[in-house]
Each structure stands twice: as structure tokens, then as C-alpha cells.
């Protein structure tokens, strides 16, 4: 589907706009937080687009089960849903194998708050960040800090990281170090951050996330990033 909002390059222009220019991140966060970053910015571009004034997402089917209805002639907005396909391919042997993928299609299905009308919703919370939860989930180990050098602020290697204890963002550093172990850059070996280290594609990759997260959770940390990538 070729469309402003789904196109790569818009997204990528869309993207690029977003972490340029302080409070879109947080705001898509805020209003559409059950989804993945880049349907939270696809959901924000096309309200911006339409006029719609960002809120809950949900299906057709979805807001009728929840007691309010698709006024007549809204049109849905555009997101980009995981698809499973499995393909069966013949073996030398006569038997068949099937392979089992995911793919990722752009389709119509979805309509904030604002084109619905029906039964009040109660205002849904927003998880707040939690440190011990977010490591649990992303399988990562935290150790105690062992490094000597006071200009790194924190280091990763294999699935454990440490983040220095006058460290000048925690938060900040504490993402930076996660998505290192989470992008494989920890399999090779350890990473230590400081202040001189190089601008290579994996610092600016990780540093990426932590911009990301900083702006989503309104934490500080988003002007040194956005400098620093």
C-alpha cells in the first residue's frame, strides 16, 4: 500500500521529524502506547493529517465490544500488522517441509476515540517505567559497576550490563546499555561507553534507542542524545 503514511520514505522523513522536534515522540506514547514505536508515529502522522485528535485505538469490532461505534463514512487509519505465512515446499525425497515466517503488511483497520461515539471509557493508565520489570522481560542481568575509569558511564557484555553509580543520566545510560545487548552488539564481546567513544553505527544505533525512550517517558537525556546521534 503506497499511501503518505505508509510510504518508507515518508516514514523515514516522518521518523527523522520526530526526533527533531521535542514532544511528538511522548505525545504518540502517551495516546497510543499499547503499539510498537513505529505505529504509534503512523497513528500520530495520520490524526495530524486528518484533524483527528489522538487517542485509544481499536478495530471496528473492537469499539463495539466496547460499547461505542465507527460513526458512518470515518475512515480507518493505516498500521502495520505482523502477518504468520506458511509455505509448503516438496523435499527431494517426495515429502513436504513447511516454512513458517512473518510478514508485515499495512492495512486499514483501526479508528481512534475521536471518529466513535457511544458509551464513555474510563481513562486507561500508563505503565510507568520500572527498572527491575524491564530487565526481567528483556532477559538482561544487571551487575554491580567494576570499571575504575571515571569518564564511562556504562558498559555492556554478553546479556548483563552495569551502569556507573555517579553516572550523569542513569535512565539514559541504562537504555543505551540494554539496547546494545538487545541489537547483538554485546555478542562479540564488551562494549564501554565514555565520552570519547567513536561514532560508529552500533553507538549511534543504541544511542537511538535511549533518544526513543527519553522522549517517550519524558526523561531527561533527549537534547544530549539527539546531539550526540
Not at 521529524?17 to 511528538?24: D, H, K, L, N, T
Not at 495530524?48 to 463495539?64: A, C, E, Y
Not at 503488511?105 to 474510563?122: I, K, M
Request: proline share 7%; net charge negative.
Amino acid at each position: 500500500m503506497n499511501t503518505p503514511s505508509t510510504n518508507p520514505a515518508s516514514f523515514a522523513e516522518l521518523l527523522q521529524r520526530a526526533v527533531s522536534e521535542p514532544g511528538i515522540v511522548s505525545t504518540a506514547y502517551r495516546q497510543f502506547h499499547t503499539y510498537s514505536i513505529g505505529n504509534q508515529l503512523l497513528a500520530w502522522s495520520q490524526c495530524l493529517q486528518r484533524g483527528l485528535q489522538p487517542g485509544p485505538l481499536s478495530t471496528f469490532m473492537g469499539w463495539k465490544e466496547k460499547g461505542r461505534h465507527v460513526r458512518k463514512g470515518e475512515k480507518a487509519l493505516v498500521l502495520c500488522q505482523p502477518v504468520t505465512v506458511k509455505r509448503t515446499r516438496e523435499q527431494d525425497d517426495g515429502t513436504e517441509d513447511a516454512d513458517v515466517f512473518t510478514r508485515f503488511v499495512y492495512r486499514p483497520h483501526w479508528f481512534v476515540l475521536a471518529q466513535t461515539d457511544g458509551q464513555e471509557l474510563p481513562s486507561a493508565p500508563i505503565p510507568s517505567w520500572d527498572r527491575s520489570r524491564a530487565l526481567a522481560a528483556l532477559n538482561i542481568t544487571e551487575e554491580p559497576f567494576a570499571m575504575l575509569d571515571g569518564n564511562i558511564q556504562g558498559y555492556a557484555k554478553q546479556r548483563t550490563i552495569a551502569v556507573s553509580p555517579v553516572a550523569a543520566m542513569p535512565f539514559k545510560t541504562t537504555v543505551h546499555e540494554m539496547a546494545h545487548v538487545l541489537l547483538g552488539h554485546t555478542a562479540e564481546g564488551e562494549q564501554a561507553d565514555s565520552d570519547i567513544t567513536p561514532r560508529n553505527l552500533r553507538e549511534c544505533e543504541a544511542e537511538a534507542v535511549a533518544l526513543l525512550c527519553c522522549a517517550a517517558l519524558d526523561l531527561p537525556g533527549v537534547e544530549f542524545s539527539r546531539g550526540y546521534i
